[in-house]
């Protein structure tokens, strides 16, 4: 019998779950964080749902813009809607965004069908920020690394705009911040302002004391209908500028 104290923390838990927005990748027990190794989340409800939906996008073609990453992308759908529909709504875009996503799991996607039968023009890359509580600043720029990798092998017409790893934690002085600092420092390296480009925005959410406002970030992670109009501003003219290339 469960007892009410063990209900109480069930709830308890649950409620900082579904309130804290971070979106860690919950695995099965006994399995390892390997960034680098292209994993599913099947077990997670409605994840593999969305991986297929992604590639039924991909199988009917035409599509010139994609966003791929973890909740910070998935949220173009949410807080972002009316943003995504002023900058991207006329430029044949698509969200490949999945709450939680890890890079090891956009890897295995990568694998199984987001990108079969799509040439985009522009890949926007934005993920990482999950891996910072289990991996090394080293490890998530090796994933990174494959990443890129893998969607230059199967898509060497497409270019690949590289983001920074948002800013975390309202403090500037957040640890998990200060990983993705890192991470972002070595990853930047792999942009060859060819194919391969590489852009920081981290900064347009700080104010000037490093912290970061509730009024962007509600939740210190995660952009408000605010913070997602700061976000296309800042790339815009990086988006036009390497779709128009030819």
Avoid at 14 to 28: D, R
Wanted: neutral net charge; proline residues 4%; contains cysteine.
């Amino acid at each position: 019998m469960i007892s009410w104290n063990m209900k109480r923390t069930v709830a308890i838990v649950a409620a900082a779950i579904g309130l804290c927005g971070q979106c860690l990748a919950l695995t099965p027990a006994g399995s390892r964080f390997d960034c680098t190794k292209p994993d599913h989340r099947d077990y997670t409800p409605g994840w593999t749902a969305r991986h297929q939906s992604f590639n039924a996008i991909a199988a009917k073609g035409d599509v010139d813009l994609v966003f791929i990453g973890d909740s910070i992308t998935q949220g173009w759908e949410r807080e972002g809607a009316a943003t995504w529909k002023k900058y991207y709504g006329q430029r044949k875009a698509a969200n490949f965004g999945i709450d939680g996503d890890q890079t090891q799991h956009v890897l295995w996607r990568i694998d199984h069908g987001n990108f079969d039968g799509i040439k985009p023009k522009l890949i926007v890359i934005m993920l990482g920020t999950n891996n910072a509580g289990h991996n090394t600043p080293g490890e998530v720029a090796e994933a990174m690394g494959l990443i890129v990798k893998r969607l230059r092998e199967k898509l060497p017409g497409t270019r690949l705009l590289l983001l920074g790893i948002f800013p975390s934690g309202f403090k500037a002085d957040d640890t998990l911040r200060a990983a993705n600092t890192k991470a972002n420092a070595e990853f930047s390296k792999l942009a060859d302002n060819k194919w391969i480009h590489y852009l920081d925005i981290g900064r347009e959410f700080l104010a000037q004391d490093g912290t970061i406002s509730p009024e962007i970030m509600p939740d210190g992670l995660h952009p408000n209908a605010r913070g997602y109009e700061i976000w296309a501003k800042a790339i815009e003219a990086k988006v036009t500028a390497l779709m128009e290339r030819e």
